[in-house]
């Protein structure tokens, strides 16, 4: 998943890209609000995380111009602002939620692990298809009781493709959302990710899980609770 | 507790119970004067027609009383006594009270009156008129004293008990109304003072009312009525003070938080990343950045500690000339002015200084001069002045074109006031001109900051009383 950082403070902006991608995440940070709303609104994220007392463009009409043009993005707000109304002029301005300063780094991973959730409409951690169950808070993948051992890369194309199972994904929209902007993307990445996963889950006896779309992308069946498809 | 309700009843209430008991005696005495003189007037006129009817008789030398009446009191009303020059009686009513009849008259002299008390219940008024005898011969009919008579003394008294009752009763009367009187009086008084003060409780009752919520919420001083606007129009601008001090307040809270949150925020990200995923690249970059972030922290911390200091700094007698700290300064700087092409304007007056330690002045100037050097831009310019005497020097800083509002110039001496809304970057907390504020008050000066037209800012920090004149 692509998570965009909207930060000033060089540190803590720093710790965020490092924490986050070392969590798996895909990160693209930028010190300015300015900066900050084109990259929102030139790339598809599945999550920003944002300040609000930015340079050039303040975070909360950053936030407005957003929802404003129809992104619905989640975004979760940073502030050393924590009076309740400043928090809930934040949320009101179209964050999903609100973090206050100082905060720990595993509150912050489990806002954005709510958030997404939150945004594929599943009150659930653990996600399941075809056999392969995707716990998103351990981020592990298992198939039955064992788990499935993946690489970085393979984990977050197959991450993508299953939170957004039941749809067919370009591979060009894969990239968009597992690699981060400054990362030197090979042309065929995806493909030999997924030539990779599809050999990883055969040997679990995981059989057409990824079916490849001609001319179109990849498609991963349609979502399930593990219980309902196991 | 002192109660102006209760002092202007109490007051009001004396006052007017004075003038009732003032009214009350001066009625009860004016009646008992009529009344007295009234019988005074009826004695003595009884005395002056028994005194017309002593005769002498020249040829026997001797005095009579010509009366053929019965002298009894029944008769009369009053009890008579005629006494010569002699003390001779010439004539008395018959059970002459003994009180009354115990005074030795005194020949001559003006009509004399007498109250006399029998010990009892008893008063008698009792006139003594000296007169003369009317000289035998007069015409009977028109006979009166004559200054050819020997004199006599006529004691005429008169039962006046029922007088004096009729006067108690007066009195009883007058007092029993003044107390009716004081008593309606004071519940008047009272209601009128009361309505008179709802204005005051109408006040405090919307001062009452007044919360943290609602200071912004002004008093309508028209409503009032003139002794009261005064009051609520100073307690208008008491509140619009309070309201613009909490408002400073509640900026310096903001931008402490944001200074001390960020750079904790800072810590707690670094250790909670190294924490979940240790790596020893992470973890020396951790400790290395903690290191870093706990001496900005000391910076603040510091800066903090300084402004608290200069507030609290003695004065010093001593006079500390200006120019050699601002060349000095200026000196610090000039590589990076040139660097950066700010032309650099100086007009300093040597003999110019302020009373006080060269520590303060130093840091005044020290963090104006740094700020110009910092804030104007590429080409921009700064012009510094010194002028005045010694101890009453006026300084003088103008730096720009700078993005600055005529609000920012009020508020840029507010510890952690920052240009940038966005608080960003880590070199400043904003608290140099509030250092700069705090040593102000310690040299005694005044300082102020504004914007001119063409986007320069102008500081002027002068003694608070100069006389000095614009060094500029």
Known sequence: MRVLIVEDTRRLRESLVDGLTAAGY????????????????????????????????????????????????PVLVLSARDRVEQRVEGLRAGADDYLVKPFSFDELLARIEALTRRARGSASNVVGVGGVTLDLAARRFSVGDSPLELSPREYAVLEYLMMNAGRTLSRGEIEEHVYAEDRQVWSNAIDSAVAALRKKLAERGVHDLIETRRGLGYLVGKAGTPGADA | MTSIRRMLTLSLGVAIGLLFAVLAVAVFFSYRGAVRAQLDESLRTRASTFAAMVVEDREEDELAFDFEGDLRVENQGVWLRITDSHGEVLAVSDALPRVVAGETPRPGGPPAYRTIADGGDTRYRKVILNAHASVEGDDDD??????????????????????????????????????????????????????????VHRLTGELDRIGPATLSLDIDDHTYPAELRPIAAAVNGLLERVLAGVERERRFTDAAAHELRTPIAELTMLTGVAGRYPDEARQRRAIEEAGAIAAEMNTLLESLLLAARGRAGGKVDATTPLGPIVRTQLDKHAGLLRERSISLETEIDDAAGWRGPAGAALMILRNLVE???????????????????????????????VDLSAADADQMFEPFWRADPARSGRRHAGLGLAIVDAFCETLGLMRRAEMTTDRTLRIRIEPTKSLTPDPI
Not at chain 1, 42 to 55: G, R
Not at chain 2, 168 to 173: Q, V, Y
Not at chain 2, 392 to 401: C, H
């Open chain 1, 26 to 73: 895909a990160v693209d940070a930028v010190g300015d609000g300015r900066e900050g709303l084109i990259h929102a609104r030139t790339t598809e994220y599945d999550l920003v995380v944002l300040d609000i007392m930015l340079p050039e463009l303040d975070g909360i009409s950053l936030l407005g111009r957003l929802r404003a043009a129809g992104n619905t993005t």
């Open chain 2, 142 to 199: 028109n006979r009166a004293p004559t200054a050819e008579g020997p004199p006599v003394t006529v004691e005429v008294v008169a039962d006046a008990s029922a007088l004096l009752r009729d006067e108690r009763r007066w009195r009883n009367a007058l007092i029993a109304a003044f107390c009716v009187a004081v008593g309606v009086t004071m519940i008047a008084v009272r209601l009128v003072v009361r309505r008179g003060l709802a204005p």
């Open chain 2, 371 to 401: 700020n110009a050097g910092e804030y104007t831009p590429e080409g921009g310019m700064i012009r510094v002045a010194v002028a005045g005497g010694v101890g009453s020097a006026g300084f003088e800083i103008e730096n720009g074109p």
